[in-house]
């Protein structure tokens, strides 16, 4: 079921959640993410989702495992955060969570009813639009909010342009 998104109620404002990964088309999300964000007087989440089968193997150092994934997640976010900073000029929110990204996703959409908005970028591999763009498009059609895909094809003067 869908709840109601509180993005237009007085004293809310519109998030745009952008999902932070390895792959090379993150930046592109980020980058549209923030520029509407900053445009429509809204603001910015990235999210971490640490894939917590990860450990499961590795009782014996599953703690050591999982801070240092924590670490990685922590100066990642650091990283990207520092970039909007600097490029867009707005401070974005930044969401560190553990499991199934698209679960979790769906988790944080769910608990923050700010969000109104979810950016990814598309890759331009021969396999696909990537893991993410594929498994979300695949249940666009009950998602509780839109989906803007970007192509990762786009400069960041061309996104400029379009928001």
Request: charged fraction near 25%.
């Amino acid at each position: 079921m869908v709840s109601t998104r509180l993005s237009s109620t007085e004293g809310h404002r519109r998030k745009f959640l952008a999902v932070i990964d390895e792959t090379p088309e993150c930046s592109r999300a980020v980058h549209y993410a923030g520029r509407r964000a900053k445009h429509s007087g809204g603001a910015l989440v990235l999210l971490y989702v640490i894939p917590d089968g990860d450990f499961q193997q590795w009782l014996g150092v599953e703690g050591i495992m999982r801070a240092e994934a924590r670490a990685e997640a922590e100066a990642t976010l650091a990283k990207i955060a520092q970039s909007v900073r600097e490029t867009i000029g707005i401070e974005p929110e930044m969401v560190i969570r553990e499991g199934l990204a698209t679960e979790q996703i769906n988790k944080l959409i769910d608990e923050d009813r700010d969000i109104a908005i979810l950016v990814l970028a598309a890759g331009s591999a021969k396999d696909g639009p990537g893991p993410l763009v594929a498994s979300i498009a695949g249940k666009a059609a009950a998602f509780p909010i839109p989906v803007t895909v970007i192509p990762d094809a786009l400069t960041d003067a061309e996104i400029d342009a379009l928001t």
